[in-house]
């Protein structure tokens, strides 16, 4: 059994079958044993004859068989949902009940979970469905993306077109799998036949493992939010060790500071810095450029996030005085909507130019047909009816040679935004009254944070994203 996904081509060839495929936390595996085992574990998933696009839930961490359960199921035609233990049990228990699936692969374990009742759950689409990941809802209830074969198929045309990766390309992968950030590796280094370094939570955290395996494996490109590499580049471990093959660094879910381009570029001098965006519902990213010399120069006050892939679209909706507006993708690329919530699915999914659009909530701006990420629509800053760019503010700290890293959040009562913190990681100590009257020559009195916050290190969530909210708690509990 063949299941059509351009990405899959590489397992029918011979190439390079003793070079490393996959680097678990658990093992590694050659290609030619990477595909013994994804043989394996087809056969086995066959002998429980399900329907054509019955989903199944792929539970696990780092283990190799993570990565062999997901190309097996995108082989056989089944919709895998890849749910990382970091998340809580009432989470995946909720996941579970919602997608109705009789299959759980339990990787930690290497064990398949199979309940009779649920066998003939069938999500079957001629445009079959490859994975849903689950994020976080407004609600509090998780929404399920849909992404299909043709839209996975564009982004693998994507990456081998705009990207400068190869065949030799050693991946090092960051995000858990039920964070669509990494989906760069995983496509990656199936379509051109690479390798992928899997990297645990407790080799993560640790900033001396993790660079440890990047020397062994001799990784060459970077996936992560720009926060992960702000950590390590703090680090005169990281940026003095001899990691001489990392020339390719893929940013995406968060805005990239200026001052992580220049650290990287200090100490990677070869390297190249790719930024991209996009929402989990444009199947990983839609906009890509690299942050050269001259756009860092260019564009001071904030960094673009990329040219738009050819053949998609990003409208602005209402665009305000400041050509500012809520951008809107259609493209191949656009999922086919949120899993069982059609309500949602006709507020922000529709079709256009004979494509599915998507409005992302975001708010960009063009400017020599350069995207550019203006703010989160439900995160839009408004301050005694003044509006507030938040990166605006942190740019500002962060120009202090005194500070590695600033993050300002808004303190709200209700809907209305009451006072703005921001939270630094200094250098070397720093009287913060000092701090506020130097910011305030450059800053307008209405976008001076009310408190500075001094702190070691920032909290992170699941996805390794700034955790805001734990900052709230913090501030709150000082």
């Not at 605006?392 to 600033?406: G, L, P, V």
Request: charged residues 25%; hydrophobic residues 35%.
């Amino acid at each position: 059994m063949r299941f059509d996904l351009e990405i899959l081509d590489f397992l029918e060839c011979d190439k390079d079958i003793q070079k490393l495929a996959v680097c678990g936390s658990n093992k590694d595996l050659t290609w030619i044993e990477f595909k013994k085992e994804v043989e394996l574990l087809k056969n086995e998933l066959l002998k429980y004859n399900l329907p054509k696009g019955h989903p199944i839930i792929i539970y696990g961490h780092k283990e190799v068989e993570f990565i062999v359960s997901m190309v097996a199921c995108m082989s056989l035609g089944y919709p895998y949902i890849p749910i990382d233990t970091i998340y809580p049990k009432q989470r995946v228990e909720k996941i579970k009940n919602i997608v109705n699936s009789s299959i759980v692969i339990d990787t930690t374990i290497n064990e398949i979970e199979f309940n009779k009742e649920n066998i003939n759950t069938n999500y079957f689409l001629d445009d079959q469905i490859i994975y849903i990941i689950f994020t976080s809802g407004s609600t509090g209830e998780p929404k399920g993306v849909q992404i299909t074969k043709s839209a996975l198929n564009n982004f693998d045309k994507w990456l081998k077109a705009d990207f400068g990766l190869q065949s030799d390309s050693v991946f090092m992968n960051q995000a858990p799998f039920s964070f669509d950030l990494s989906v760069y590796e995983l496509v990656g280094f199936l379509s051109f036949g690479g390798t992928i370094v899997l990297n645990s939570r407790e080799t993560i955290e640790n900033h001396i493992d993790y660079m440890e395996r990047l020397k062994k494996y001799a990784c060459s490109v970077w996936v992560s939010t720009p926060s992960f590499i702000s950590k390590l580049l703090l680090s005169s471990e990281f940026t003095t060790n001899n990691l001489k093959n990392l020339e390719t660094f893929i940013f995406c879910g968060e805005v990239l500071p200026a001052t992580t381009v220049k650290r990287i570029k200090n100490s990677f001098s070869n390297s190249k810095v790719l930024n991209t965006y996009g929402p989990t519902e444009a199947t990983v990213a839609t906009t890509i450029v690299e942050i050269t010399s001259e756009i860092l120069e260019k564009y001071p006050k904030s960094l673009p996030v990329g040219y738009v892939k050819k053949g998609t679209t990003i409208n602005l909706l209402d665009i305000d005085q400041e050509n500012i507006g809520e951008m809107e993708i259609v493209g191949d690329n656009v999922s086919i909507g949120y899993f069982k919530n059609e309500e949602l699915n006709k507020q922000k999914f529709e079709k256009k130019y004979e494509k599915r659009s998507f409005r992302t909530g975001d708010f960009g701006y063009f400017e020599d047909n350069l995207l550019f990420f203006a703010n989160r629509k439900d995160e839009l800053i408004k301050l005694h009816g003044f509006r507030i760019e938040l990166g605006e503010i942190d740019k500002e700290f962060t120009n202090n040679e005194f500070i590695n890293e600033a993050i300002t959040i808004p303190l709200k009562r209700g809907n209305e935004v009451v006072k703005l913190i921001t939270f630094i990681i200094c250098k070397t100590d720093i009287n913060t009254e000092i701090l506020k009257t130097e910011v305030s020559k450059t800053l307008p009195y209405y976008m001076v944070p009310s408190d500075i916050i001094k702190i070691d290190k920032f909290p992170y969530n699941a996805n390794h994203k700034i955790d805001k909210n734990e900052l709230i708690t913090i501030y709150r509990n000082l």
